[in-house]
């Protein structure tokens, strides 16, 4: 069981930097994988980047490699996206998820933080 807080949304230009926040809290938070996922209006919520429980490998879908990288502080019990080179279809409302052990589905989510990129 664990709780999960976003924050560091807001407006940010096109090209600009922004960089996102999930704290967690209740269960060992080390022990749980991390997603960050987006739902933009219209569409589907897509996951965005994940990042292992123990070994560290790291998952971007194509459309944000080499723009928005996801990293964890075990020792702050939060996992952080930070969001470089935004471009305006990243506007999106995004989703922090963690999975034990990434066993399985994502089963604890956070309630989201609205990102918008002006062109």
């Known amino acids: 069981q664990v709780q999960l807080v976003e924050s560091g949304g807001g407006l940010v230009q096109a090209g600009g930097s922004l960089r996102l926040s999930c704290a967690a809290s209740g269960d060992t938070f080390s022990t749980y994988g991390v997603g960050w996922f987006r739902q933009a209006p219209g569409k589907e919520r897509e996951l965005v980047a994940s990042?292992?429980?123990?070994?560290?490998?790291?998952y971007y879908v194509d459309s944000v490699k080499g723009r928005l990288t996801i990293s964890r502080d075990n020792a702050k019990d939060t996992v952080y996206l930070q969001m470089n080179s935004v471009k305006f279809e990243d506007t999106a409302v995004y989703y922090c998820?963690?999975?034990?052990?990434?066993?399985?589905?994502?089963?604890?989510w956070g309630q989201g933080t609205q990102v918008t990129v002006s062109s």
């Open positions: 998820a963690a999975r034990y052990k990434d066993e399985g589905q994502y089963l604890y």
């Open positions: 990042l292992t429980w123990n070994d560290g490998q790291m």
